[in-house]
């Protein structure tokens, strides 16, 4: 069972950048898919960016396609989200999640996912 901590969160300006992190401990990291999803107040949780067990497939959410870049590092247990050109529209408590799978394809519900973590806030201001 894997434990997962984000971290990077905080207050930005519109067009600015954030790298959030995602610490995972407790299990085999890489037999892990992972993903970020994002909650706005009053909004349902939505799929943002996922990445697949080894980090050769990736998948974006529309509104994260050429601004935002999941990335992994199975040595140090991590997964990474590079936030560029934030917009406000952007702001949200960002959770990352996982999934442990034999397969390569990364996940894109978050009804796939069954280890959640604790949610880091983004805050883009004008």
């Known amino acids: 069972q894997v434990q997962l901590v984000e971290s990077g969160g905080g207050l930005v300006q519109a067009g600015g950048s954030l790298r959030l992190s995602c610490a995972a401990s407790g299990g085999t990291f890489s037999r892990y898919g992972m993903g970020w999803f994002r909650q706005a107040p009053g909004k349902e949780r939505e799929f943002v960016a996922a990445?697949?067990?080894?980090?050769?497939?990736?998948y974006y959410a529309d509104s994260a396609k050429g601004r935002f870049t999941i990335s992994r590092d199975n040595a140090k247990n991590t997964v990474l989200l590079q936030m560029n050109s934030l917009k406000l529209e952007d702001t949200a408590v960002y959770s990352c999640?996982?999934?442990?799978?034999?397969?390569?394809?990364?996940?894109?519900?978050?009804?796939?996912?069954?280890?959640w973590g604790q949610g880091t806030q983004v805050t883009v201001s004008s």
């Open positions: 990445i697949s067990r080894s980090g050769g497939s990736t």
């Open positions: 999640a996982g999934r442990m799978t034999y397969g390569s394809a990364p996940f894109t519900s978050r009804y796939d996912y069954n280890y």
